[in-house]
């Protein structure tokens, strides 16, 4: 499997989102990690005791726990060689004509501030590992939203996430990359709806990770109270440099009784990144969760959105698209915990492999003793354009409760010679032929994204997929 | 003018001889019919002016107009003005035909006040003259139609985009006498614009409401007998049997 150490990432040019674009610092950490690194970290960031001390502690499991290897191959990634923490600008701008030129550029380029003006209730930039932009509507502000980068939340709302961080829903020790979550974590999300809120506009948070054999540690914790709802998107992207870089993210969202959630995330990253997160969700009584990810890029990814339906009555949705491409592997899948009677879920997961990539759907269900009458369904709808990638389905059923009801369906597709020919035969070009039949593969996913997302996403896609087929 | 004409043309399908030297001329506005039993080779035939990879050209030509049809490939015949119902279309999940037709009539040349807004309401008036349901115009096309639909959506994709000629194969196969009698009219509409006609078929059936300029017996890939509409009359009364024994 010689292909997945290679270092180099295959250029490609014609995306903005992946152009590499000067680096800038104020503050740059050394390379590696030590307890002097995560204590510096913690300074910097003037951070409070309790927090010092979780970044310590998960340093001590880091340092104990092994790299896991039931999954792809992680031989590439050297924990030594990568820069964990980079600061680039001093403070926060509210405005956009605050923020540098080359960083404003970046977001420009990628579309972020017009999108804000068109269709989000908010939005938070980061570049590199600290936000440097902020903004929510009024109108949400004034019903007591709180929407801000993770740092900004440990100082101003220490109560809030010092009860939520790294607790109850994923803990520092349960692997290494968790672990090293823990100790470096910088940036990231912090969302609170207050009860019986509805914010009928997107919330959205950009990161951009743009320094080479960077990490980045974002930390997204959302609170959706109860009756609450919300929707939030997270868009990442990193340009394309020759060597590893590591972005391991923690996720963790918090569904309260009666409450809704849908957390979509697309990810671009470029082609050397190892991107391997930890989500999940804690879902109560009538709760409902819903996971929406495409994930384009990078070299490896590992990522399992999990649900944990702990009250009666919750639900989860998980829906997701891989797309591996030459060199690269896709681990991706859900993992649902029925811990409550009525609780239901539903996955529908898209892979599509090609050039000699790699998809794998790794999924866990699991039914407790007790979940009566709780309902699940697991579809796998796996797309294989040519005879030299490959397409995996591993999932993983445990369930201790007879009166249940269960769905797995796995399919595996080709693209006929009949359909690009019936395609053609319309007028469209073979190249045209394919990505339609792509696009449609992938539509139940894409419908479910703001129209913006949705044009972005279809247009990734066939831009990695050019020149690969046929 | 757009005068489709093929000469002396060999195709194989899988390596075995299918097409044993076809001639055959059709001009502008011209409705052909070619029938014959099942093997006979018409829908290679079709297939082939279409440039389908299965089939391959072993020796003569098919020329449409200017354009040497035999030279090109199947986006670009599409292109050229013609075009062919399939036999078999396809499925294609997550793709309706409204998408699909908004991304093909891009692909053609189009007259300057071609509009997209326009351009669907054609769609809708054409699926209602061919009372067929709005909703299967936002289905996935063909998944789960009947074979009666699929038939229908053929043709209402070939009425909307810019033709000048239709290859229609076995249309009749699938769709009961009602249906058939609303898609032999949206073909007669064509065939008013100036359209060309190719229609394969094994029975006459539809030729009750379209009259054939020129019918063509088909048996062992070549074209046996040709006349006019009353040797599709003379077939449904006696049977191929007369012009195939050879």
């Known amino acids: 499997m010689s292909k997945h150490t290679t270092t180099l990432a295959r250029e490609h040019g014609k995306n903005a989102g992946n152009a590499a674009l000067p680096e800038r610092f104020v503050h740059q950490a050394k390379r590696g990690i030590s307890r002097e690194i995560v204590e510096e970290i913690s300074a910097i960031k003037n951070e409070p005791q309790w927090m010092r001390e979780l970044r310590l502690n998960a340093y001590e499991e880091f340092m104990r726990l092994p790299v896991p290897t039931w999954g792809p191959d992680l031989s590439g990634l050297h924990f030594d060689e990568i820069t964990y923490y980079q600061r680039t600008e001093e403070g926060r701008y509210k405005n956009w004509e605050e923020v540098p030129a080359d960083i404003k550029n970046t977001f420009e380029k990628i579309g972020i501030p017009q999108a804000e003006r068109a269709f989000l209730a908010g939005v938070i930039g980061q570049y590199e590992s600290e936000g440097f932009y902020q903004k929510l509507r009024p109108k ?58 509805h914010i009928d506009m997107p919330l959205q948070t950009y990161f951009r990770m743009n320094a080479r054999a960077s990490g980045q540690f974002e930390h997204t914790l959302i609170i959706v109270d109860e009756g609450a709802s919300v929707q939030y998107i997270e868009g990442c992207t990193a340009p394309i440099y020759g060597t590893s870089s590591l972005h391991a993210a923690v996720v963790e969202i918090f569904v309260k009784k009666g409450a809704r959630s849908r957390y979509t995330t697309i990810q671009n990253w470029s082609k050397d990144v190892y991107n ?87 999924g866990l269900l699991k039914i407790i003793k007790g979940a009566k009458g709780s309902v699940s369904h697991v579809q796998c709808d796996a797309l294989m354009p040519d005879n030299i990638s490959v397409s995996n389905t591993i999932p993983y059923i445990k369930v201790d409760e007879e009166d249940v009801t269960l769905g797995h369906e796995a399919k595996v597709g080709r693209i006929s010679e009949s359909q690009v020919f019936y395609l053609m035969s319309r007028g469209l070009t073979e190249e045209e032929a394919i990505n339609l039949v792509v696009q449609g593969f992938m539509e139940p996913i894409i419908k479910t994204l703001p129209l913006e997302y949705a044009v972005e996403l279809n247009r990734l896609i066939s831009m990695e997929m050019a020149g690969s087929l046929g | ?141 063909n998944e789960g139609f009947s074979g009666g639909e699929k038939k229908k959506m053929e043709i209402l994709q070939l009425s909307l985009l810019p033709a000048k000629c239709i290859v229609i194969d076995e249309i009749d196969s699938g769709l009961d006498i009602d249906a058939l009698k609303l898609v032999a009219k949206q073909i007669s509409k064509l065939r008013k614009r100036g359209v060309s006609l190719v229609i394969i078929t094994h029975y006459n059936r539809i030729l009750r409401w379209l009259e054939a300029d020129r019918v063509h017996i088909m048996h062992k890939g070549k074209i046996v007998k040709s006349g006019t509409s009353a040797l599709a009359k003379d077939i449904e009364k006696n049977g191929y049997a007369a012009y195939i024994n050879e």
Request: proline share 5%; aromatic share 6%.
């Open chain 1, 140 to 197: 949400w502000e004034d019903k007591g939203v709180i929407f801000c980068d993770t740092d900004t939340a440990v100082q101003k709302y220490p109560e809030l996430v010092r009860k939520y961080f790294m607790t109850d829903c994923i803990k520092t020790k349960e692997h290494k990359l968790a672990a090293l979550h823990g100790a470096v974590w910088s940036g990231g999300t912090f969302l609170y709806v207050p009860k019986g809120v």
């Open chain 2, 1 to 141: 003018m757009s005068t489709l004409t093929i000469k002396n043309l060999h195709v194989q399908l899988e390596n075995k001889p299918i097409l044993n030297g076809i001639d055959l001329t059709v001009r502008k506005g011209q409705t052909c019919v070619l029938m014959g039993p099942n093997g006979s080779g018409k829908s290679t035939l079709g297939n082939t002016l279409l440039a389908h990879p299965a089939c391959r050209v072993e020796r003569g030509s098919i020329k449409f107009g200017k354009h040497m049809l035999s030279k090109m490939k199947t986006d670009e015949i599409a292109r050229a003005g013609v075009l062919l119902a399939l036999q078999h279309p396809q499925a294609i999940p997550g793709v309706s035909v409204t998408n699909l037709l908004t991304i093909a009539a891009r692909k053609f040349p189009q007259p300057k006040n071609f509009k997209m807004a326009h351009f669907r309401q054609e769609i809708k008036d054409t699926a209602k003259a061919l009372h067929t349901p709005d909703e299967f115009l936002s289905r996935s096309l």
């Open chain 1, 276 to 362: 391997l997160n930890t989500k999940r969700a804690i879902v109560e009584e009538d709760g409902i969760q819903e996971w929406v990810g495409g994930s384009l890029g990078s070299k490896t990814t590992m990522l399992y959105p999990c649900s944990i339906l702990k009250g009666r009555g919750a639900r989860a949705e998980h829906l997701n698209i891989a797309v591996a491409g030459p060199g690269q592997h896709k681990d991706t899948g859900a993992k649902i915990m029925h811990l409550a009677p009525n609780t239901s879920s539903t996955v529908i997961s898209k892979s599509i492999s090609f050039g000699g990539g790699i998809s794998t759907y790794r």
